[in-house]
């Protein structure tokens, strides 16, 4: 019985047994004190006050021994119980720095909720970061080539490891996660930045298949493939920056206008909406004007069936099952 006391208060954590060790000794020589001068300490409580205040070397005065034996007690307790309370001290501080190290350095899970996880280091998930800060909302950056967090701020939390590894993944809190992000890997080649971004997807589903995933992908052959891992949106770079350069060619200042747009749309959503019953059969320029005065929706162009017209001539009516692209503000 003995034996395993012992061997779990030796499992204890060092901090722990020496908070347990030195209170010990602070009750102990306190409640002798307290016998030995009971005029000088009436209770045991104040034993205890002068055994910590002793043993922390502050010494207030308030109560001290005077006789022989009671000045004895306080040297044993000054050369043993110092070096307890020091020790716990300099313990507690050292975990304290430690923690935070391991805080900065990613090596620290999330317990929270509703954050979003953004997986990859570059100027891409720099800019969302930045923007998703302002807003306020919690951000979990993996990433496994950074030592620390580049980013010095409260909402977001850094893991560092390989995103298609389940440890890492639950470390960032994947099952209570609203969506993840994944950008491409730009220490490998687009084709095996792809292969990885595919892996991750495929570990990002597996723990957790409900969540929204939007994946940057380089390579047009592996659209396909990222859609059957479970990306739910895909952002095919090359193809984006491509489809940008050959409209600078052949027009003239594409890029300011184009910038432009893409700073305007910065909180808004460019997406896909229904057609009303309301709207069904009006010519487009009415409906435009009607969606603008009455729901604050910008109408850019039309969709019916694969085609899609943007600022379509006005005489042309919206179908039952056309889809409106615009640009809205929830």
């Known amino acids: 019985m003995t034996s395993q006391i012992y061997m779990r208060f030796v499992r204890m954590p ?21 016998f030995i001068e009971p005029k000088s300490f009436p209770t045991v409580f104040d034993g205890i006050w002068w055994a910590i205040i002793t043993a922390s070397t502050v010494g207030f005065g308030d109560f001290y021994p005077v006789t022989f034996a009671g000045r004895m007690t306080a040297i044993i307790l ?13 313990h507690l501080s050292a975990a304290t720095v430690t923690k935070q190290n391991a805080y900065i350095e990613g090596k620290v899970g999330y317990k929270g909720k509703g954050h979003v996880i953004i997986i990859g280091w570059n100027e891409r998930s720099r800019s969302i970061i930045r923007t998703l800060t302002e807003s306020r909302k919690s951000i979990i950056l993996i990433d496994e080539s950074l030592g620390a967090n580049p980013i010095s701020d409260d909402n977001v939390h850094f893991i560092r490891g390989r995103a298609n590894r389940d440890d890492t993944l639950l470390s960032a809190g994947i099952q209570n ?7 491409s890997d730009q220490n490998l080649d687009e084709l095996q930045a ?18 929204r995933c939007i994946a940057e992908i380089l390579t047009s052959e592996q659209i396909n493939n990222a ?17 940008v ?3 600078s060619i052949s027009s003239e200042d594409v890029m300011g206008p184009l910038l432009d747009l893409l700073g305007e749309l910065n ?9 009303d019953s309301i709207l069904i059969g009006k010519r487009f ?10 729901r604050n929706i910008t109408l850019i162009g039309l969709k019916k069936g694969d085609d899609l017209v943007v600022n379509p001539v006005n005489n042309i009516k919206i179908g039952h099952d056309d889809q409106l692209l615009a640009i809205t503000t929830d």
């Open 14 to 34: 060092i901090l722990t047994r020496i908070l347990m060790i030195a209170s010990l000794m602070v009750i102990v020589f306190g409640s002798v004190i307290h």
């Open 78 to 90: 000054l050369l043993v119980g110092t070096g307890f309370l020091s020790s716990y001290f300099i």
């Open 177 to 183: 996660a609203l969506k993840v992000i994944i950008t």
């Open 194 to 211: 792809d292969m990885n971004t595919i892996l991750t997807l495929l570990a990002i589903k597996g723990l957790n298949p409900e969540i």
């Open 227 to 243: 859609r059957r891992a479970g990306a739910d949106d895909l952002i095919p770079t090359n193809a984006l920056t491509s489809a």
């Open 245 to 247: 350069f050959l409209n």
């Open 267 to 275: 909180g808004k959503h460019l997406s896909y909406i229904p057609a």
């Open 285 to 294: 320029q009415e409906a435009s004007h009607l969606l603008l005065t009455e």
